[in-house]
């Protein structure tokens, strides 16, 4: 942990965070999710400016979500990883466009892939695909192989690959 | 009876002819991009197999506008001199005026068929050309009246029997350049493409071509290039026998082409005062020139 | 800080590209001038060696396209360590990663530099690779003429060939006592050498007991222990016993060992057995069987009588096991040396088994203490597996001296003495083993045993027919680690006499053997006469193999009983002529305890077909 | 096969040698289509030049996988392109899904849509076997066997089917919320 | 003239890759304006969940196409920092080589690319021939042209033979031979001048605002570079420079990715003479066959320096032999679809190509 980050680590204690240490670069701190907010400001604030990716992870075996901000700083290379975990079954947080306006982006992007709904964020079109008929595609319990079949066929192939490869090895005559 | 000969035979070397240039200018544009190119036939290929599809029609404004504009170019590529007053098919009426305006017949007839077509893409594009038309019209016209002041005729085929004696691109060197400069633009050569620019709006007036027409639509192009060139051939080069004027007409060609591989596009405004900046002062001052009598 | 300089305006820099208007183009002109080859690693279209590949299907497991399927082929033969499946890819899925190159277990499937393969007709894609590789149609080669592409090297190969080392107990140590020498492996060796089984079942084919070894593999990777114990009871009920002692048919056709080590599958099966707990038994496997009111007998608690029992009592029978010696278990208790197999561990199997309502009378010696009539009447099918009890001799002069001795029974001396059971067997000074198989190994790393605890110095000769290491029965593990603990291996010679002075044994003199087996491959030895030596010992054990004891048996019966090369000829199901009568292990198909627990299994199926009709 | 007119045999002939694709990259496959436009390879020797717009193009290069969004505007390019017109498949993706097989978004088999006339084996085809497959469709076109236009106007109703079954529906919305 | 609506794409010649631009214009001008990506969604964060991590590698190039090996890079030095595993010194040297290569390729094409929308078809004729040869090496190292799937987890697939080493010096010196050629048809060129400069200006306070990486930050006046500001792999180890300009237009922006390719040569001529010799480049993850290698359980984000920008791989593992959660940020993302809604409208239609082909919006990448 190089000193300014541990620095900023002591600064965020008072939101009672619980921080990893996940390379010398890199610290994730887990918060409480009303906390996460305040979070994000404090470390804008004092130089990690840069929102790099702002993802979520289905933790179904928890029932929750963990949503995981990216921050990163250009004046010395150090990251922070701010994560917070909510309900899987009725997921709400709410919107950081005030602080980072792509983030906007990146909601509907979670909003569409996860079903998490941001308070504050009205543009929740979907982003990425049309017409969509089934649960947000990139939770735990969705199986992409069952639409696959289900929506878009496969081939069936008809021909006797074994009769052709034996033709090949010259054991056959074809 | 022999106008009527000649006049089919203008139709049938324009259509060779610039088809075959437009291969050779595909050629020439590939190997300064390092690269081999078509067949110098490409082009009649493209043109018989547009002609050879099944097309769409967008009622019948799209429908006339495209023969209009076909007609229109037609019409006037058959009462250009080509180079001598022995090949001028219409000896009185190859007035500089009738062409221009016979000309404009096909333009308009473009524009009208294309916005008939009611894409979006097409409607700008045909603003654009309209637009472009102004830009380099208006030197060039200020160029050509000077010309014609100085030889006192609006006929051509006397303009080129007057430059016997010397190219009025010597004459009046300036008038030469800037008429060189709105002919790119009337050939819609870079940087003057605009009207089709493809990364901008798809192919402009033409989007919604679709085989024959776009086959008749390249015939009218081809005659307008035929028309294009000619009338700078004869009015700045001094016509010449049939021989001396194709040499010229390819020379005109090539060097267009050149050019026009090695420089990107105007934008519309840009390209609206590009022309009207410096090519019309300069047209106006040639103007003056020869108004003066200042010429060589 | 590099802050750039812009780039000034120039009107004539751009027609400096008018220069290449004299140059030649770069074009290449391909297709119809140029045939481009590409590079020596290219990924194109597949080819597959029939002859090397096994069929394991790893390709297609790996495919992240699902591309490949494994088809089966008729007129392929499944052999040892083979299946008649090869692999189909698709075309029409293939991302030509090379993946499938890089795992190959055996290196058969590789890649050609083709790549062009243009066709409207979406049934050529399709296709089973073979030696002559894709039939591209408008390609670049000639079918079959296609150049190698990429091929693995040691960077690219994806899978693990190196086995996690076992911890072992160091030959000096070990050689002072009889503890045992295989520690076993932690949780995390286990999982790792789990990871490197690539489930492929060929294994499971090999198996005499076809065990689902690529299952319980996997649940060992899982870390799902009680999963795993419920796949080793599925098929077999000795796996504490197998766990050590197994001869891991199965690792010889596995299809990592193809060009590596093979999968250390039998201490992953006995690191399943280690770590479940006894206790949890019986909630794990939860064997409740409907009681079917019928009864089995069983003669001999050897692997095959063990396993039969197992599993007629998890189908409902009722099973009683006769057995002549003191404690079941046969050849694992009174066969197999102690530092290989310890007693807990056979116990722990027999308890269980016991635990299911089989009963075990022991001391109970068929002919003697109770009439094999009697037991024919009691049951209503009768099992017998007596196994291979009675030593051969090799019959040369000296042999009936006191001192020249047989295996089996030093063995049973030797375990007996260690469990307190009997009295101490003798300890030469000097000792020479003849043979050259598992049970030769045995007393000879035994009997080093014993001297190095009575005289601190291991004096051990083995003296096989076989002339080299690779051809002696034995396990090569057996041969190196009997090596490392100082017995001296004399490979090809065949005893001539027995020395004996003053009725003393001095030695053994021998003659070289010049081949083992014929033309015919029948066992005939030829020796050279001349080449002799002499090996000076106290003691001679003949280690040459075994024979069975079918005095039990009435003679009616015998009458009626096939009878091929001294074993028992049975159906698929191990019943003999007698349809009530079953036999199975050694007197049927011999030679370890894997073929035993399969009989058992086999004969214990017979049995329930036998008695559901009857 | 109906015998064709010579006058259809002389406009097949001519097909052949001016093939115009429309300029449009459906998938990664497209990647390789720059190198086989510009000067490495050079496919305007064969007369292919990219279009800008679906009339006025004669053939489709669908560039690998699409998913479903882009199978709607695929379908809505088609068919405004002018009869006669030729799709070509690239790569493993068009014929049984390619890496993408069980993708929720992707397609998995193209002629399940629209007819396609070549497919090229790869992913991603290098530009030599495009060329090879472009020279394998004008022989094709001279011999008037690149009849997929031909069979969608028969098979109007399984297309339609299919691609009902599989989008939903066929419409393009825009992303303005009006 | 009322406004008009313009579908700007998906098969629009000026659109790069399959993206999409819906826009209400007024003559020329755009009025607003709404990126519509998702025409090459294939869900890779699901089906990477469900690949075995060694798998996933043919899996990932495709993500962003015109430069594939920085997915592979990325994913595979988050794979190495969750497991905590030391990769042969020689790999990480050849990738270098290879994020490099793949660089110069990419700016080739770039820079070439901005003839597309402009209408300098010479540039992107030559551009991409030339990118060409680093194909030829990319084929020669990697056994494909594209989709190399090279990097993998725990070094490189195969080792960088003499013949190839030979090949990348000699390629090097024609690209550096080429590069006053560049410099006079595109940068010299007065109309291109005029296109370019001054337009579609991004300042430095609006560029880090939106979160622009790469190129479109640095036109601003910062030395923004991942390689330099958190160093991974050797960068820390050679000599170069991040060239910047402060314009902060259309201009500065594509002069600079061209004036990274003399840098990325020098780096890849450092790397060829500092790079030890070695027959071993790769090393496993754990013990197993690639269908069980497991990574223990952990999360890490990864982060380099593409030839757009920042690109960032965020990789969960649950211990198991599959990824749990694979997360990409594109380096374009910002751009491509909150640059455009808020910085196209303003601007005319001939300059919506010209953000998309200067700013790199990469559609692949941004709908993954």
Same mark, same amino acid.
């Given at each position: ?20 240490? *996940? ?20 470390? $804008? ?14 933790? *179904? ?63 929740? $079109? ?23 079949? $289900? ?24 | ?154 006929? #051509? ?67 307008? #290039?035929?028309?294009? #060139? ?67 | ?18 220069? +290449? ?45 699902? !591309? ?242 197992? +599993? ?204 083992? +087996? ?44 096939? +009878? ?18 079953? !036999? ?31 | ?27 990664? &496959? ?66 049984? &899904? &390619? ?80 | ?178 590069? =006053? ?49 958190? =160093? ?90 599959? =990824? ?45």
């Amino acid at each position: 942990m190089t000193n300014s980050m541990s620095n900023l680590v002591k600064i965020l204690e008072s939101f009672n965070p619980f921080v990893e240490e *996940i390379d010398e670069k890199e610290i994730k701190i887990t918060v409480s999710p009303d906390k996460v907010v305040a979070v994000l400001e404090t470390l $804008k604030a004092n130089g990690y400016s840069h929102l790099s990716l702002m993802t979520c992870v289905d933790w *179904i075996d928890d029932n929750q979500l963990e949503l995981v901000y990216i921050l990163f700083s250009w004046e010395d290379g150090g990251k922070f990883l701010v994560s917070t975990r909510i309900d899987r079954s009725n997921p709400k947080f709410v919107t950081v466009k005030e602080l980072w306006p792509v983030a906007r982006f990146y909601e509907r992007e979670i909003h569409e892939f996860f079903g998490v709904e941001f308070e504050g964020n009205d543009d929740m $079109k979907p982003l990425f695909l049309e017409l969509w008929d089934e649960r947000p595609p990139l939770r735990k319990d969705f199986d992409p192989r069952d639409y696959s079949r $289900k929506k878009f066929p496969d081939r069936e192939y008809e021909k006797d690959v074994i009769k052709e490869a034996k033709i090949f090895r010259g054991e056959i005559n074809g | 009876m022999v106008a009527a000969y000649k006049a089919l035979f203008n139709l049938v070397v324009a259509f060779f002819l610039v088809l075959s240039l437009e291969g050779i200018g595909r050629k020439i544009t590939a190997r300064i991009q390092r690269r081999i190119g078509p067949p110098w036939y490409q082009n009649f290929i493209d043109l018989f197999k547009a002609l050879s599809k099944h097309p769409f029609s967008n009622g019948w404004i799209f429908d006339f506008g495209v023969l209009m504009a076909l007609g229109g170019t037609m019409a006037t590529a058959m009462v250009i001199p080509m180079g001598s007053a022995f090949w001028t098919p219409f000896p009185n009426s190859d007035n500089f005026f009738v062409i221009m305006y016979l000309f404009a017949v096909g333009a308009l007839g473009m524009a009208m068929g294309m916005v008939g077509s009611g894409n979006p893409w097409s409607s700008i594009g045909v603003s654009r050309a309209l637009t472009q038309m102004l830009g380099y019209e208006l030197p060039y016209l200020i160029v050509i009246s000077s010309t014609i002041f100085h030889y006192k005729t609006a006929s #051509i085929h006397k303009l080129i029997e007057m430059q016997r004696g010397g190219w009025n691109l010597l004459v009046m060197p300036l008038g030469g350049i800037i008429a060189f400069v709105s002919l790119m633009g009337m050939l819609g050569k870079k940087p003057f493409d605009i009207a089709t620019a493809p990364a901008e709006i798809a192919s402009g007036p033409m989007t919604e071509l679709s085989g024959k027409y776009m086959g008749l639509l390249h015939i009218m192009h081809v005659f307008a #290039i035929f028309v294009e #060139i000619s009338l700078f051939v004869d009015i700045f080069l001094g016509g010449g026998n049939f021989g001396w004027y194709l040499v010229k007409f390819i020379v005109v060609w090539v060097l267009a082409v050149m050019i026009s591989s090695v420089l990107p596009r105007f934008r519309i405004e840009q390209m609206i005062k590009f022309y009207w900046g410096v090519p019309l002062g300069l047209a106006f001052l040639n103007a003056l020139f020869v108004l003066l009598g200042w010429t060589l | 800080m590099a802050m750039q300089e812009l780039p000034k305006k120039d009107f004539f820099a751009p027609l400096k590209a008018w220069k +290449f208007l004299g140059k030649r183009p770069v074009t290449i002109e391909v297709p119809n001038k140029v045939k481009r080859e590409a590079s020596d690693r290219y990924r194109g279209f597949h080819i597959n060696d029939w002859s090397k590949c096994i069929g394991c299907g790893t390709c297609s497991k790996i495919c992240p396209t699902d !591309a490949i399927t494994m088809v089966e082929v008729p007129g392929l033969v499944r052999d040892h360590g083979k299946l008649p499946q090869r692999p189909v890819i698709d075309y029409g899925r293939c991302s030509f990663c090379a993946l499938c190159v890089d795992i190959c277990t055996t290196g058969s499937l590789q890649m050609t530099r083709e790549y062009i393969h243009v066709s409207d007709d979406a049934e050529d894609y399709v296709y089973m690779p073979t030696e002559k590789g894709l039939n591209a149609k408008r390609g670049l080669y000639e079918h079959g003429k296609a150049p190698l592409g990429w091929i693995k090297d040691e960077n690219s190969d994806i899978l693990d060939l190196v086995r996690v080392k076992m911890p072992m107990e160091e030959p000096e140590v070990r050689v002072k006592s009889f503890i045992e020498i295989v520690k076993g492996y932690s949780k995390e060796q286990a999982q790792q050498e789990a990871a490197r089984c690539v489930g492929c079942g060929i294994c499971t084919y090999t198996c005499p007991e076809h065990m689902d070894i690529p299952q319980y593999i996997e649940s060992i990777y899982k870390g799902d222990l009680e999963e795993g114990l419920r796949w080793l009871y599925r098929t077999n009920p000795l796996s504490m016993v197998c766990g050590r002692v197994c001869t891991h048919r199965c690792e010889s056709s596995c299809s990592v060992g193809v060009r590596g080590e093979p999968v250390a599958i039998r201490w992953l099966k006995r690191y399943i057995i280690d770590n479940v707990p006894f206790e949890e038994y019986d909630r794990i496997l939860n064997i409740r069987p409907e009681k079917k009111g019928k009864s089995v007998g069983i003669i001999g608690s050897g692997p095959a009588g063990l396993s039969a029992a197992y +599993f007629l009592s998890t189908m409902g029978y009722d099973v009683t096991i006769y057995e002549a010696n003191a404690r079941p278990g046969g050849v694992m208790r009174y066969g197999i040396p102690r530092y290989r197999l310890p007693d807990e561990a056979l116990d722990k199997d027999i308890a269980f088994i016991e635990a299911l309502g089989v009963k075990i009378l022991v001391n109970t010696k068929v002919g003697q203490e109770i009439g094999f009539d009697e037991i024919a009447k009691k049951h209503d099918a009768v099992f017998i597996s007596t196994g291979f009890g009675l030593g051969r001799s090799t019959r040369v002069p000296g042999t009936d001296h006191p001192n020249v001795k047989q295996a089996l029974p030093m063995l049973k001396m030797i375990r007996d003495y260690l469990r307190g059971d009997g009295p101490k067997p003798p300890v030469p000074r000097k000792l020479i083993v003849i043979g050259g198989g598992n049970v030769a190994m045995d007393i000879s790393r035994s009997m080093a045993r014993l001297q190095t605890m009575e005289y601190g110095e291991v004096n051990v000769h083995t003296l096989s027919l076989e002339r080299s290491f690779e051809e002696m029965p034995a396990d090569m593990d057996e041969i190196e680690e009997a090596l490392e603990e100082g017995v001296e291996f004399h490979p090809g010679w065949g005893p001539i006499e027995i020395v004996i002075e003053d009725d003393e044994v001095k030695g053994a003199r021998f003659k070289k053997c010049l081949r083992v +087996f014929d033309e015919n491959h029948r066992f005939n030895p030829q020796f050279d006469e001349n080449n002799q030596i002499f090996i000076e010992a106290d003691m001679v054990i003949e280690a040459i193999g075994q024979a069975p004891d079918y005095s039990y048996l009435p003679q009616e019966l015998q009458e009626k009983l096939e +009878f091929v090369r001294g074993r028992i000829k049975t159906n698929e199901y191990n019943q003999t002529a007698i349809e009530w009568l079953f !036999a199975g292990g050694d007197i049927v198909h011999g030679p370890d305890i894997i073929h035993g627990v399969a009989d058992g299994y086999a004969a214990a199926k017979g049995i329930d077909m036998y008695l559901s009709k009857k | 096969m109906k015998e064709r007119t010579i006058w259809e045999q002389i406009a097949d002939s001519f097909r052949s040698r001016s093939i115009w694709m429309l300029h449009y990259c459906t998938g990664c &496959g497209a990647m390789e289509l720059p190198p086989t436009m510009t000067a490495r390879f050079d496919m305007e020797r064969f007369g292919i030049a990219p279009m800008a717009t679906p009339r006025q193009a004669d053939i489709l290069l669908i560039t690998g996988y699409l998913n479903t969004k882009t199978l709607r505007r695929v379908i809505y390019t088609y068919e405004q392109m002018a009869d006669p017109k030729y799709v070509i498949g690239f790569g493993s993706c068009t014929i049984n &899904g &390619g890496i993408y097989f069980d993708s929720y978004s992707t397609i998995n088999r193209l002629d399940y849509y629209i007819p396609v006339d070549v497919y090229i084996a790869g992913c991603m085809p290098r530009p030599e076997a495009i060329l090879e497959a472009f020279n394998y469709l004008m022989e094709k076109i001279r011999k008037g066997e690149a009849d997929g236009w031909k069979r969608y106007r028969e098979n109007y109703d399984w297309y339609k089917q299919n691609q009902i079954r599989s989008l939903g529906e066929v419409y393009v919305h825009d992303e303005f919320h009006e | 003239m009322g406004e008009v609506k313009l579908f700007f794409g998906p098969n629009h010649p000026g659109m790069h890759g399959n993206f999409s631009v819906h826009m209400y214009v007024e003559g020329d001008v755009v009025k607003r304006a709404r990126p519509l990506p998702g025409f090459l969604h294939r869900g890779f964060e699901k089906l990477m969940e469900r690949r075995y991590w060694y798998s996933n590698i043919a899996l990932i190039p495709r993500i962003c196409v015109p430069e594939p090996d920085i997915n592979e890079a990325c994913y595979a030095m988050g794979v190495e920092k969750i497991a905590k595993l030391e990769v042969p010194e020689r790999a990480q040297w050849i990738r270098m080589i290879v994020l490099e290569l793949a660089r110069i390729a990419n700016h080739l094409m770039a820079v070439g690319g901005i003839g597309g929308p402009i209408g300098l078809y010479t540039a992107p004729q030559w551009g991409t021939a030339d990118r060409d040869r680093i194909l030829d090496i990319f084929e020669a190292l990697s056994g494909a042209r594209v989709y190399h799937m090279y990097i993998v987890i725990g070094g490189v697939r195969k080792n960088l033979t003499p013949r190839i080493e030979d090949m990348i010096w000699k390629t090097m010196d024609y690209i550096e031979s080429r590069l =006053p050629d560049y410099e006079n048809l595109i940068f010299k060129n007065r109309i291109l001048h005029s296109r370019l400069k001054g337009r579609l200006i991004l300042t430095r306070e609006q560029a880090l605002e939106m979160g622009v990486t790469g190129v479109g930050l640095r036109a601003t006046g910062v030395e923004y570079d991942v390689r330099k500001v958190d =160093p991974y792999l050797f960068y820390d180890k050679v000599d170069f420079e991040v060239p910047t300009a402060t314009d902060g237009d259309a201009f500065s922006r594509v002069y600079l990715k061209f004036k990274e390719i003399p840098q990325s040569i020098k780096i890849i001529r450092q790397a060829l003479e500092k790079m030890p010799q070695g027959d071993k480049v790769n090393v496993p993850v754990s013990k197993g066959s690639a269908l069980r290698r497991i990574v223990p359980k952990g999360m890490a984000y990864v982060h380099i320096e593409s030839a757009r920008g920042e690109y960032g791989f965020f990789v969960v593992s649950d211990g198991k032999n599959k =990824p749990y959660r694979v997360a990409v940020r594109g380096a374009s993302y910002p751009q491509g679809l909150y640059g455009i809604e808020k910085y196209l409208p303003g601007t005319r239609i001939e300059d919506v190509p010209i953000w998309l082909a200067t700013m790199d919006v990469c559609a692949p990448e941004i709908d993954r």
